[in-house]
């Protein structure tokens, strides 16, 4: 006899377990990821690499449960297939620069990076369209670890996305019409 799928107050409590331990987990990979990124492109300074501060992100509690219950998605276990309640989005000037941030995503040793999406696959499926354009890195904690005083799990997921500048203005711009409903242009 299979369990049903947990429910919002379910859902919600774990979330409010479980929330710090993401928010942790966005710091250290954000933390790790910069030092390893300064490291390669030094003597350029980071701050003059990155386009905009690489600050961990957390989603927003109501956003989380409109994702998981509210938004038509036919998830069978919305907590574990939700990889985005906590991402790190790096700005950079050029695509090389997105390829140089990718190499360092995959030497790392404290997570198991999958590539969720890359840009230039879409390009060239379509490369006559001009659309959202995005590397995502779904990065999972290879190890239980304890950052900050904050215990995180084995497993645990952190979105990544890389993207040029001119990605980032064109995502900025059309972001909210596409996942928020509620939203129009």
């Known amino acids: ?30 933390q790790e990821l910069r030092a390893a990124i300064a490291a390669r492109v030094a003597p350029t300074k980071l701050e003059m690499f990155l386009k905009l501060p690489v600050q961990p ?5 109501e956003s989380l449960l409109q994702k998981a219950f509210h938004r038509k998605k036919a998830y069978a276990d919305p907590y574990e297939q939700i990889e985005d309640k906590v991402g ?9 620069d997105v390829r140089t941030i990718e190499q360092e995503i995959e030497k790392g040793t404290a997570w198991v990076a999958q590539k969720a999406r890359d840009f230039a ?15 995502h890195y779904i990065l999972r904690s290879r190890d239980e ?12 997921p952190c979105e990544l996305q890389v993207r040029t500048l001119l990605q980032h203005a064109y995502s900025e711009l059309t972001h909210d ?4 409903p509620s939203v129009t242009a």
């Open 145 to 156: 670890l304890t950052f900050e005083g904050e215990r995180i799990l084995a497993n645990l």
């Open 88 to 96: 790190l989005r790096f700005v950079v000037l050029v695509e090389d």
């Open 177 to 180: 019409t596409i996942y928020k």
């Open 1 to 30: 006899n299979r369990r049903a799928v947990m429910t919002e107050e379910e859902f919600l409590e774990r979330w409010q377990r479980e929330e710090g331990a993401y928010a942790a987990w966005g710091r250290y990979v954000a």
């Open 121 to 135: 696959d879409e390009r060239e499926d379509r490369p006559y369209e001009f659309d959202y354009q995005s590397l």
């Open 57 to 61: 992100r957390v989603k927003e509690t």
